[in-house]
């Protein structure tokens, strides 16, 4: 009899330090509050910190640089001079740029595979660069 009063205190316990949801892996998490936001600002500005300073593609063309600050970019290269911002777009961190070149071809870029010292930015239109921190 002591065995199943163990076992009938054991299982509710057990219950209330692992909860009640889904296995699903793909079901949203939920607290008392209402779904869990899993993407926070401080992650996305975390990331904004992680692009400031110089970075440079060297390639056989014309070195291309992006300096960052906060949200703001700069490129300069190839005789090309541009402005513009970074973003969290669809979830993946997006160049904005205006350029002195109306035919300027790096105006819109996706950066992947951010590291503390690489990237690449897949420029819209143009193909990608490799950058490693200046």
């Known amino acids: 009899m002591l065995k199943r009063t163990h076992v009938a ?6 219950l209330l330090l692992v909860g009640c949801g889904s296995s699903d892996p793909a079901s949203p998490k939920t607290h008392a509050t209402g779904p869990r936001n899993t993407a926070s600002p401080a992650t996305e500005a975390e990331t904004i910190a992680q692009l400031h300073g110089s970075w440079g593609a060297f390639f056989s ?5 992006l300096n960052f600050t ?4 700069g490129l300069r290269g190839g005789g090309v001079a ?13 160049i904005r740029l205006k350029c002195d070149d109306p035919h300027a071809k790096r105006t819109v870029g996706k950066i992947w595979g951010l590291t503390e010292n690489a990237m690449t930015v897949d420029w819209t239109n143009y193909g990608a660069d490799s950058f490693t921190r200046a």
């Open 9 to 14: 205190l054991t299982v509710p316990a057990l």
């Open 61 to 65: 063309g014309p070195t291309v640089v």
């Open 70 to 73: 906060g949200r703001q970019v």
């Open 82 to 94: 541009c402005a513009g911002s970074v973003a969290r777009e669809d979830g993946i961190l997006t």
